[in-house]
């Protein structure tokens, strides 16, 4: 949530900065503001509203400095104005602030300012930032040292990219629990809170951890500790091409990334899995390990949590190890049964969901093991866990989860067989489930040809208050997803049911005309599934079958046929017609896709 960009160098600042918070819009985009340094002064420029309308704002303005930093939000504390976007100046105007994160000692530290006689122009959280280093400033510390000591007084989260213009040759950055990256060119730096907002410019990414603090100058950069300490901190590299970061010909990010779904779970399976064992790079665990395992969490927020419910039947099939699946907001407070036999499992494409990262901590405490899956090389949640695997999805951009959900299902379910391997399990089903992962690509790119189908269905039912999504067993989990996918991007209610659940309630919902979505893709449960069909159906509902099953004739509104894989990791196949589904109605609706209302890409705050 919010992005933030900087650049020091010998080009114009200014449409690099632009450029950078273009390509991280998806992490926040209700206002966008830009400083740079130019004659020892720092211009200030900020907006309500997108990038675009920074840019329109900021094109005529002569902008010509070579060192700034800028930002877009995502709102928490104080409304979408002009007053409250970044950055954020020092009552002295010395210093600007770019943040992203919260601070939840603010009202402290702006009363203790108050007293000191500092004013306040916005609502936000981040303004005490610049007026914070100012104080310690005043008292005669340098930049850094006023940084240093006013981080120390933060509670919270924060990513911060910060200007003075009394050492108008550099930018210092540094984070606690939101991301930050520093990509490196030739004699000039680019900083961002994600790697894609660069790629045109770099692959040779530094990563920072919680608290260091990076000195960065066009020709240098020198890093600290929390107590000032040089350290030092390797180059890692990006192997995502600048291209995947676009939208390459396609309207938007999220038909772009439904249609790369072939490749991200090709590149995921042949990163693990061959005809021989599985091994995942990162991860070696012993059969003593896993023989003694007494269960596994699998921890995650909204799509990737879908994820784990979506393959929590093959750790419990196949390794026979009990398996529960969580929303990382509530395992933190639940007090979860947890000890060293206890395996942990993360799932987060950003890597950088503050809730699972908090999750992750919590578990590190208990001293279980703990296994990372992001989309993000270097992302926080891999720097926390005790063990990092990849989906290789490439870039994720449209704030609704598509390519690297069907990435997640696809690791989950090697990594499923590399436990039972490592176990020795003798079960023939695994040389089965791995056959048939190594299909998949193919299985993908037949679903895809529903496209013009969904897209016509799309014109008929976009109009609709309230759609439900049902099914049983391993279509459980893909109706959520269905569900999420079009309540986020179409703003119709939604809701998901186990399809046995109905008649226990939801079906007080169900009148005339109501579109009911169900998944069918367990021969073993087709009949049960198709009388909670009929009971729709009698109630007036319009039924949209998604189904790999020869199913009876009935009076179906309509039937979207998928080809047949084995039952375990269906959920990828039968997911990618309800994320057509959603895309298709967002766009009769004429919504913003990728950038829909109240979200962001990545929840770095709790
Ligand atoms: O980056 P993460 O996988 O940790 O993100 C988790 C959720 O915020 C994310 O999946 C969200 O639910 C998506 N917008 C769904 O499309």
Redesign the pocket.
Known sequence: MCGIVGYIGQKKAHPILINGLSNLEYRGYDSAGISILENNDIKLIKTKGRVKTLFEKTENENLNGTIGIAHTRWATHGKPSDENSHPHLDNSKTFAVVHNGIIENYSELRNMLIEKGYKFLSQTDTEVIPNLIHFYYSKGNDFIHSVSLAIKDLKGSFALSILCKDEANKIIVTRKDSPLVIGKGKDEFFISSDTPAYLDKTKEFYFLDDLDMAVIQQDDIKFYNSNLKNIKKDIKLIDWSADSAQKNGYEDFMLKEIYEQPNSIKATISSTLSKDKVQIEGLELSKEYLKNINKIFIV?????MHAGLATKKIFESICKIQTEVDLASEFRYRDPLIDEKTLCLY???????AD?IAALKLAKEKNCKTIAISNVIGSSITREADFSIYTHAGPEIA???TK?YTAQVTLLSILAIYFAETLEINNPDIKILKKDILDLPNKVDEVLQVNDDIKELSKKIYKEKDVFFIGRGIDYPASLEGS??LK?ISYIHSDAYASGELKHGPIALIEDGISVVSIITDEKLIEKSISNIQEVITRGAKTIIVTNQNLPANNFYKIVNIPSTNPYISPILSVIPLQLLAYYISKEKGLDVDKPRN?AK??TVE
């Open positions: 995650a927020c909204g799509t990737a799932i987060s494409q950003s890597g950088e969901t699972t704030v609704a989860s690297a999420l996918k986020e979200l990545s929840v």
